[in-house]
């Protein structure tokens, strides 16, 4: 069975740090492009950082940009976001997703249940 | 960066109606266009990709149409589970942007 799992989430003051976790199972990890996509309460879907299968690509919003960083352990088959410098507007639930990119295709596929950031004083 | 706009933001409809909803790219997107459906509380669901393929599991029911700038998706007779939200995607160019949103109520 596909399962992302993501950890991390949580209540932060602004200007403050978190990072977190995505671990994925049930298919081969190594091959797939990686993505964090946030939604903010009562909100739609807002796409945030894309990272390769080898982290040879690697892509922001400009939201997020010089705050956020993604990364990947392929050999732990887990996906990071560390976030600093957190504002207000950064309160969301995060998901993880698969991004599956192929001849002339490519979507989201794969979707975790989401971990909730809390940025508040 | 590439808008993505929906149409209606929100409908009423009832069990066994057809249901259409719209989406319009700022740019010509050629087929880069996909449609999930999420229910409250739930992660976003892959139902069609590449504007008119039927994702693995997905009800016929389902389906979309469209290429360039303007896509449908429809749900051909309305059924209770699929009282949700849905959003269109353009996988053209990053950013990945989504769609406002659809929310589909019961009448």
């Known amino acids: 069975e596909v399962q992302l799992v993501e950890s991390g989430g949580g209540l932060v003051k602004p200007g403050g740090s978190l990072r977190l976790s995505c671990a994925a199972s049930?298919?081969?990890?190594?091959?797939?492009?990686m993505n964090w996509v946030r939604q903010a309460p009562g909100k739609g879907l807002e796409w945030v950082s894309s990272i390769s299968s080898s982290s040879g690509y690697i892509y922001y919003a400009d939201s997020v940009r010089g705050r956020f960083t993604i990364s990947r352990d392929n050999a732990k088959n887990s996906l990071y976001l560390q976030m600093n410098s957190l504002r207000a507007e950064d309160t969301a639930v995060y998901y993880c997703?698969?991004?599956?990119?192929?001849?002339?295709?490519?979507?989201?596929?794969?979707w975790g249940r989401g971990t909730l950031v809390t940025v508040s004083s | 960066d590439i808008q993505m706009t929906q149409s209606p933001s929100s409908l009423s409809a009832s069990v066994g109606d057809r249901v259409t909803i719209t989406c319009r790219a700022s740019q010509s997107i050629s087929t880069y266009l996909n449609w999930y459906e999420q229910k409250p509380g739930k992660a976003p669901k892959l139902l069609i990709y590449?504007?008119?393929s039927l994702q693995s599991g997905v009800p016929s029911r389902f389906s979309g149409s469209g290429s360039g700038t303007d896509f449908t998706l429809t749900i051909s007779s309305l059924q209770p589970e699929d009282f949700a939200t849905y959003y269109c995607q353009q996988s053209y160019n990053t950013p990945w942007t989504f769609g406002q949103g659809t929310k589909v109520e019961i009448k």
């Open positions: 997703a698969g991004f599956y990119g192929g001849n002339s295709v490519s979507y989201f596929d794969l």
């Open positions: 590449a504007a008119s």
């Open positions: 049930g298919f081969t990890f190594s091959t797939y492009n």
